[in-house]
């Protein structure tokens, strides 16, 4: 699996941005799905999870009820929707797939990885 993650930018604190992650391969609509982000200076962090179908995510706590995972099998696409962005949300942000169909929270499970998209909140 080939993953290419989009969607990033430079919004103002309070706005929102949807990251899209395409994939390529036939293993994607039976992959965990996540996204993970890494800003200056820190070490990457857990942002995301969804399984297979989409039927069941994971989030970590400083993005509960504000960011959405999502993914469209037919499409070969997940999704991260940010919303009620913050400064500390800003990073380089990876979607990731693994080959386990359930919901993944740690990176080294993780076996696919996209080349990251900035993500830049400014206050």
Do not use: H
């Amino acid at each position: 699996v080939q993953l290419q993650a989009s969607g990033g930018g430079l919004v103002q604190a309070g706005g929102s941005l949807r990251l899209s992650c395409a994939a390529s391969g036939r293993t994607f609509s039976s992959s965990g799905m996540g996204w993970f982000r890494q800003a200056p200076g820190k070490e990457r962090e857990f942002v995301a999870a969804i399984n297979w179908s989409g039927g069941n995510t994971y989030y970590a706590d400083s993005v509960k009820g504000r960011f959405t995972i999502s993914r469209d099998n037919a499409k070969n696409t997940g999704y991260l929707q940010m919303n009620s962005l913050k400064p500390e949300d800003t990073a380089v942000y990876y979607c990731s797939a693994a080959k386990s169909p359930r919901t993944v929270v740690v990176d080294y499970q993780y076996d696919y990885w996209g080349q990251g998209t900035l993500v830049t909140v400014s206050s």
